[in-house]
């Protein structure tokens, strides 16, 4: 079966910072892009960072400079480093990604999502 699991979040003070971790798990041959969204209460889900398999990343602009993605390929792991946090930041992140388990493509794979709080 193939799926994403995050973890690392959790509750943390204005301006502190948090790692979160992913992993595609199951016969993955190949992966296209991963990366992260975020959704908070009412709002929409938004892009906050994404990697290529190339090494092209996008940013939210209300996270640049403060958040940076990276990438183990060898096991099939993004992360998001998140530093200078902010109570805006407040959401529950979801792990997405395009890619490929043998020839059977998984083009908009979502994981469980996992809850950061910002907060005095």
């Known amino acids: 079966q193939v799926q994403l699991v995050e973890s690392g979040g959790g509750l943390v003070q204005p301006g502190g910072s948090l790692r979160l971790s992913c992993v595609a798990s199951?016969?993955?041959?190949?992966?296209?892009?991963m990366g992260w969204y975020r959704q908070a209460p009412g709002k929409q889900r938004d892009l906050v960072a994404r990697?290529?398999?190339?090494?092209?990343?996008n940013y939210a602009d209300s996270v640049k400079g403060r958040f940076t993605i990276s990438r183990d390929n060898a096991k099939n792991t993004v992360f998001l480093q998140m530093n200078g946090l902010k109570p805006e930041d407040t959401a529950v992140y979801y792990c997405?990604?395009?890619?490929?388990?043998?020839?059977?493509?998984?083009?908009?794979?979502w994981g469980q999502g996992t809850q950061v709080t910002v907060s005095p």
């Open positions: 990697m290529y398999s190339a090494g092209i990343t």
């Open positions: 199951g016969s993955i041959t190949s992966i296209n892009v």
């Open positions: 997405n990604a395009d890619l490929f388990a043998g020839y059977k493509r998984y083009i908009d794979l």
